[in-house]
């Protein structure tokens, strides 16, 4: 009786021994797996994307607007084209992009040949992920709404100018903090020379500074992944509506940027009313495969639905909204550095 109660003591015993071994073993196991699970964890998580968007400064971009008008109209086949040109590209040069002046002549509605000039400033030209940030650069040979001096050309503060300006303060913004994005600035020539405004008005006259580029592709290949184009940014009483041939083939872009707006506060400049289809710089980027977005100043108010300053004499430095230049600026350059840490 006695050997078999030791027996069995020792066998519970033994079988204590196994469960205590089993349990430390399961420990061990289940460590290791913990390990292995979080090794292997950490490599394939994405790591949480440092988003740091810089201040666009009115200011700044204030005075890129007053240094363009100094040279006066910039009138395609004048010394101020030739000018204002050499200053953009010595311009963007400073801020360390990767400078390309496209040159042409195209003949104009009335047949007039004129020289035009597309300026392309790249940033990270050997990056794949590309975004396109457009302007035009040249202003209206004629003021034909205004009511007088027709015949004399426009200084296009906001009509040329200040998406010009916001683009140069974008560009020296990118030259202060790096972005992990390919960005490509191109101020078209030759958009606004297009046939005189009136009932007959031929819309496809304009944009062919654009046109010449979207036909002759440079930097040869070229792709992007969307495009915006700033015209006619910063008027007191701006107001972008959503442009029909943005919203057909870039829908998602419109959608995204209007949303961007309406959470840092610019609901009040980003609205969703219909602005009509206009032929701007960008159908000519939609022409190439690039969905591309125009913000453009569509108060929808008159009969052409432009600003009425629009090609007159009005369009000069007093039309010129500090805190709208500022609120559509600061829009694009988060589009952008949210772009470079995939949180646009
Ligand atoms: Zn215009």
Redesign the pocket.
């Known amino acids: 009786m006695l050997t078999l109660k030791m027996e069995k003591m020792e066998r519970r015993g033994q079988l204590i021994k196994k469960l205590r071994r089993i349990v430390s073993l399961f420990g061990i196991v289940f460590l290791l797996g913990m390990l292995v699970f979080s090794c292997k964890e950490e490599p394939t998580s994405i790591p949480p994307s440092k988003l740091v968007v810089p201040i666009f400064n009115s200011d700044s971009a204030f005075v890129f607007i007053e240094k363009q008008l100094s040279f006066g109209p910039r009138v395609p086949g004048t010394e101020a084209q030739i000018k204002t040109r050499d200053w953009l590209v010595q311009k963007l040069k400073s801020y360390g992009a990767k400078t390309i002046v496209q040159s042409y002549e195209m003949p104009i509605y009335d047949g007039t040949v004129l020289p035009g000039h597309n300026i392309i400033a790249q940033f990270n030209p050997k990056k794949r992920n590309r975004v396109l940030l457009a302007a035009h650069w040249d202003t209206?040979i004629v003021a034909d709404k205004d009511n007088e001096r027709q015949d004399e050309p426009i200084m296009g503060a906001d009509?040329?100018a200040s998406g010009v300006a916001a683009l140069l303060e974008i560009a020296r913004l990118i030259h202060g903090q790096s972005i992990d994005l390919g960005v490509d600035i191109m101020l078209f020539d030759l958009?606004?020379q297009g046939d005189l405004e009136g009932s007959d008005a031929q819309t496809d006259t304009y944009a062919l500074g654009s046109r010449y580029w979207s036909e002759n592709i440079a930097p040869k290949g070229y792709k992007a992944k969307f495009g915006i184009l700033l015209d006619?940014i910063a008027a007191e009483g701006a107001s972008f509506g959503k442009e029909e041939y943005s919203v057909r083939y870039a829908g998602q872009y419109v959608e995204k940027i209007w949303d961007l707006a309406q959470k840092m506060g610019k609901g009040n400049l980003f609205k969703s009313y219909n602005a009509g289809a206009i032929g701007d710089d960008h159908v000519n980027i939609i022409r190439v495969g690039i969905p591309a977005v125009d913000i453009i100043n569509r108060p929808m108010t008159g009969a052409s639905g432009f600003g009425s300053y629009?090609?007159t004499h009005d369009d000069d430095i007093s039309i010129i909204n500090k805190s709208n230049l500022k609120a559509v600026g600061q829009v694009v350059t988060a589009v952008i550095y949210r772009e470079a840490v995939g949180r646009f």
């Open positions: 209206r009509d040329g958009e606004d006619m629009h090609h």
